[in-house]
């Protein structure tokens, strides 16, 4: 007790201090600024990890035959690419966003709980890290797919028992990540940002956040029963001991499902927070926007079977779930017509970030169109488990969540540094990712159609041409997201030489308060609260 | 831009098409040979028809007024920023849309679960790595393997995929089935989840260990329809195909007739040439032993131990015999080797160049006895 008077004594002392000198202040860090950039970073870094991975599975697929890789370390590689994608890349990213955007958005100094803050980070790094070297373990990294589908998965090797730890802790840095949101968001808004006047992101972390915690011990327990069935001679998912396989698709599924949704609400958000500004005008129906993320967060817990249409479901069951299936589309479509609203009659400019998000609107509502379709019961039953699928949310993923991460960057690096990022390499990256992302994941709703299942190395002829495409379109959009590093390098390091304002982007201070500091925002913002709060209703 | 998108993705194929001859891909879902399939196509269709619908109103509006409405247009922002009546209308449409689409989708779940009134079934038993067929109504009982020609070319990297007839969508026996009769299937699964799919007949169904699902078809055209596993489930997810070959009801019988016979015939226990054993031998060890010890003996480090060298292969006969009938913790029992093909197998891994064994012996048939109790 003494030891935290002494040191809240010690903050007053030296109240507009900087950060630390030297390497250690990235070990120690608490301040949600360096936070941030120590999750954005470690987020880049396993982007280019998991991208490394689907690299090796795209050149694998160039061509017909077994040309480089052993099938099971191709299954390694979809597992492990996913693993990474998912838990190492997007959702750090977005909680790298939410540690730097969120006190700035609602007026805070800080996060609520700086030192959680501090350890979820590491406890995400040691997760990754104890992922990542499944991969040099006997037998392999875990080649069960990211579902860890039991009894399959029961044949990993020694990398077992690490995987699972590895999730274990993965899933606490979560829970810790989404508890700091919700307490900053609830406690620490500044005089006047009411909950209806807070940005968009903000509102979709906030919900997303819940759904991390509700989600994040579901997955935990699945794992751990794993662990029992593997080790201690239980039968959970067992059938010869009572259990049942598919019961344990069931706690993946209820996980699984808002687990998707962790990964695009603040996609979402981050899209609603951009257009506006480049559109010079409020962003259209806030409180509908609202209402349909509660409400699409709402649907996630109770569609979960939608993932599971041939297990075997009874004929109630697959008509529950389709029904409740097909009505996310309706929140989701108010948004789509939303931001569409928000551009109508608008004065838009076109700067690398709102091309980003413009680009997210049309092909996350592409991944959104093939979502429909599979929510169709009967026709998952041709769908379910093909390249469909695959093409379906990659779609709502690449060019929708990793768009709107590098939208975020282009958009925010120069409040961050205080520097202007190079415009034209920029607008190359877009055009580059824009491209051949499509390249890549059009031609795989062909091979769905025409039958290739998921998750195979090697395919009948008749798929050769579209997956030659496809790979071809992999390794541009690969290759292309080295611009992406290169332009935050070089902004960091002073971009284009020119100043930017406080506003950054005309007109920004009217949407959301980080844009009334200075750029490069302090080390220490809203010490005291600000005066006026911006709204998207002005 | 997405036309273009799609424009620029075709040129790339046309220029690579020139170099390959198979052009024989499709871009949308099979019709199928069932009306089930048929049904579920037409509902396919509907949607992707409403989502193009959809499509083209959502995006033509965005890109209307990104084209008109840009400041370098000098085009003034409005203030606008709700209007209850129009998402009012938004959410209404789309509702109405899905109760459209909700309809003619609960009547072909409800068809799809009318597993009743069949006329015969067989149950289908997914396996690492094949599918184990059983006909419940006249006892025929066979696995279906991936062909040999497919199984050799995936997995020595010389040899040309290209060159193979259905490379990977090929078995040894395939499944047959009488046209114009109710199947209903019966799933199960041996040790992992399997799926089984044939794009023509209309669904897949997950195979479970230790639950049975149901399905059913009713074949209308005679005909060849291939499909995959699709659910992972392990190294080998990727190789073990279907087929089913549809015939009309006499073709049908014939084969059944012809099918029973040679099943309850005696084994042939009498003794072959050396070339033969090694020959067969080799057939039988692609069917039942490559997917873990591999084309070439080698195993996989860490998991499946190597033939080649091995002093168990190369040893005691007796023990070798024994070693394979009752299996280990790892390695299935082979018990359901016949003696005929048990010896061509065991003159093949002792002998067979590829494995880099050369014992210089052989074994009989007749000379194979049980070296494993039944008892224990």
Known sequence: ??????EHDDHHDHHDH??????????????????????????????????????????????????????????SMTTMHALVMVFGAVMPAFVGLANWMIPMMIGAPDMALPRMNNMSFWMLVAGVLLLASTLFMEGGAPASGWTLYPPLVLQTGKAFPFAIFSVHLLGISSIMGAINVIATIFNMRAPGMTLMKMPLFVWTWLITAFLLIAI?????????????????????????????????????????????????????????????????????????????TGAIAFLSFIVW??????????????????????????????????????????????????????????????GGFTGLMMSVAPVDFQYHDTYFIVAHFHYTLVPASVFILQAAGYYWLPKWTGNMYNEKIGRLHFWLSAVSVNILFFPQHFLGLAGMPRRIPDYAIQFADWNMVSSIGAFIYGFSQLLFVYVVIDTIRGGTGEKVTDEVWEDASKHSLEWTVPSPAPYHTFTTPPETIPTEHF | MKKTKQLLACLVLMTLGLGTAHADYTLNLVQGVTQLSHELYDLHMLVLWICVFIGIAVFGTMFYSIYHHRKSKGHEAAKFHENTTVEII??????????????????????????????????????QWYWDYEYLDNGIHFESHLDEASEKTHRVSSMDPRSVPNYLLNVDKPLVVPTKKK???????????????????????????????????????????????????????????????????????????????????????????????????????LRNCVACHQIDGNGISGWFPALRGSAKVTGNMDQLIGFIQAGTSKMPAFRKLPDNELAELITYIRNAPELGNNVGDEIQPNKITPKWDDDE
């Not at chain 1, 950039?37 to 990890?49: D, E, I, N, Q």
């Not at chain 1, 979402?268 to 509908?288: E, N």
Request: hydrophobic fraction near 50%; include cysteine; charged fraction near 15%.
């Open chain 1, 1 to 6: 007790m003494t030891a935290v008077v002494a």
């Open chain 1, 18 to 75: 900087g950060p630390e000198k030297g390497f250690l202040r990235w070990i120690f860090t608490t301040n949600h600024k360096d936070i941030g950039t120590l999750y954005l970073v470690f987020a880049l870094v396993m982007f280019f990890v998991g991208g490394t991975m689907a690299l090796i599975i795209r050149s694998e697929l160039f061509e017909p035959g077994l040309q480089f890789v052993d099938p099971n370390f191709f299954n």
């Open chain 1, 216 to 292: 994040m011990p579901v997955f935990a327990g699945a794992v751990t029963m794993l662990l029992t069935d593997k080790f201690f001679d239980t039968s959970f998912f067992d059938a010869a001991g009572g259990g049942d396989p598919v019961l344990y698709q069931h706690i993946f599924w209820f996980f699984g499902h808002p687990e998707v949704y962790v990964m695009i609400l603040p996609t979402f958000g981050v899209a609603s927070t951009i257009i506006p500004v480049f559109a010079r005008k409020p962003l259209f129906g806030y409180s509908s926007m609202v209402y349909a």
């Open chain 1, 305 to 366: 079977a939608h993932h599971m249409f041939t297990v075997g479901l009874p004929i109630a069951g697959e008509l529950y779930f389709m029904y409740a299936t097909m009505l996310i589309a309706i929140p989701t479509g108010v948004k789509v017509f939303n931001w569409t609203a928000t551009m109508w009659k608008g004065s838009m400019t076109f700067e690398t970030p709102m091309l980003f998000s413009i680009a997210f609107v049309v092909l996350f509502t592409m």
């Open chain 2, 90 to 127: 938004w959410t209404i449409i789309p509702t109405l849309i899905l109760v459209a689409m909700a309809i003619p989708a609960t009547k072909a779940v409800i068809d799809l679960d009318k597993t009743q009134e069949s006329e015969m079934s067989i149950k289908v038993t997914g396996k």
């Open chain 2, 183 to 285: 199947i209903r299937f019966l799933f199960t699964a041996g040790d992992v989840i399997h799926s089984w799919w044939v794009p023509d007949l209309g669904w897949k169904k997950d195979a479970n260990p230790g639950f049975v699902n149901e399905a059913w078809t009713y074949v209308d055209k005679p005909g060849t329809y291939r499909g995959q596993c699709t659910e992972l489930c392990g190294r080998d997810h990727g190789f073990m195909p279907i087929v089913v070959i549809a015939m009309e009801q006499e073709q049908y019988d014939a084969w059944v007739k012809t099918t029973l016979e040679k099943q309850n015939q005696p084994v042939d226990l009498s003794d072959q040439s050396r070339g033969s054993l090694m020959t067969k031998g080799e057939s039988v060890y």
